[in-house]
């Protein structure tokens, strides 16, 4: 299936970059000196609705620290050392709202901390701090397939849904939870060291993570604290010496504004 999306027209990075970058450049420095990064909307994508978000050998679209994300050959990359690590994100500056996500990720170091934000928000622009729902990755395997709250953004909830489990929290902030799968055995499905294939889906009130085809937890919003819309950002979590890597994104909209 991922192969046939992909030979289907889906617009290129680099017309992305052209239809919605500014025509002059310093976009990292503007971004860091302007009070307030300006959110654009997802253009339409090709026939299948998906517009491509990593490729090439640039960051133009994407916003964060120069010194800890690079891209090359296609893939993106976020590396740091324990000394000079950070809490940082590498921002997709579109508003989100109901959304199907694609992507691969891997880790080249043995250890390491990242994730997928998804309806976010900037919390500090200088140092591109992020706070919001996280689709949680990490070198080990550990978190992988985990929802969590990010910098306690929608609500101080911490794991919002753990792997294996479909959970679901209510208009009183209250949670619930059952087993869909086995957290132990969705753990042998994900390549510790290689490239693992993402989709995230989220649509009103459900989000669905999905790792290497499997589900790996489900989660239904409906507390006061949840979220609707954000934005789409990658993690480098600070204390540890890291380095990961992301391709072959893409994203559709799923809802209709």
Partial sequence: MASLLTNRMIPSMAALCIMLLPAHGQEAKKARESPQLELRELPAGGADGFVTITGGDDLKVWKGLADYWYAKDGVIGGHETQENSKQTFLVFPFRLRDFELRLKYKFLS???NSGIQFRSKILDQETWRVGGYQADIDAAGSFDGSLYDEAGVVGGRGTLGSRGDKTTWNAQNQRAAV???????????????DWNDVTLVAQGNHITYSINGYVMTELIDDSPNAAREGILALQLHQGYTMDVQFKDGKIRKLDQN
Wanted: proline share 6%; hydrophobic share 40%; glycine share 12%.
């Fill in 179 to 193: 087993k869909i799968a086995d957290s132990e055995e969705l753990l042998k499905v994900i390549h510790i060291g």
């Fill in 110 to 112: 043995p250890q390491g």
